[in-house]
């Protein structure tokens, strides 16, 4: 991304600078004429417009390096190197604050599952979409939203239905987990897999 981009990008998501930019041209405009003020008014419009493009074009890669980000965070918070196996579902919430990018959401909440032999690791990590913290180099706000530990003892069955992962728990509670990834299925197959190792191996009541 280059210096140009990195400025279209900063002017299209600083509502006081695009403020800031109005006012200044309509100043320098009307010192000269009403239609010279007409004209430079016009110039910050059109750079909002061309940075809303320009973010548009640019949203799917900034969204694929935050869950990247994200999912590093969470693995480090379990103690987990990227080989070892962990299934991460996520969903959106928000929207973006420009006018002409309203319907693509702004944040991120990633959920890792890792199920161990015994009990289930959760992690959750939170991110802005955008605006990023910096472009160079991309650093974006993350934000840590709880770790759990579910023994599988305490879990009677899990499921996926309508993109929401469900841990059912002893006692009638449920814990739930929107999931956007599509990728849900197979970290609910896995799980019950291990639901049912273990309760292979748990004692039968005497």
């Known amino acids: 991304m280059d210096l140009r981009d990195r400025l279209a990008l900063t002017f299209a998501a ?10 200044l041209c309509l100043g320098a405009g ?21 940075g809303a493009i320009l973010l548009r ?9 935050l869950l990247e980000v994200l999912e590093a965070a969470a693995r480090r918070e379990c103690g987990l190197s990227p080989a070892d196996p962990a299934y991460a579902v996520w969903e959106y919430s928000g929207c973006l604050r420009h006018w002409l990018a309203k319907s693509l959401p702004d944040t991120l909440l990633l959920t890792l599952f890792f199920p161990g032999r015994d009990y289930l690791v959760l ?33 009677t069955h899990a499921e996926l239905k309508d993109q929401v992962i469900a841990l059912h728990l002893s006692g009638g509670e449920s ?3 929107e999931d956007h990834s599509g990728s849900g299925g ?7 897999e291990r639901l049912r190792e273990h309760k292979s191996r748990a004692p039968e009541p005497a």
Do not use: T
Request: charge should be negative; include cysteine.
């Open 14 to 23: 600083s509502p006081g600078l695009k403020a800031l930019a109005c006012v």
């Open 30 to 50: 009307l010192s000269l004429s009403l239609r010279y003020g007409a004209l430079l008014l016009a110039l910050p419009l059109l750079a909002d417009i061309y």
């Open 57 to 65: 074009r640019l949203y799917d890669g900034f969204r694929e390096d």
């Open 123 to 155: 992690a959750r990590k939170q991110g802005r979409i955008f605006p990023p913290l910096s472009y160079a180099p991309l650093e974006y706000l993350v934000e840590d939203a709880g770790s759990l530990d579910i023994y599988y003892r305490d879990i």
């Open 175 to 177: 814990v739930e987990y």
């Open 186 to 192: 197979e970290a609910v197959r896995v799980l019950r």
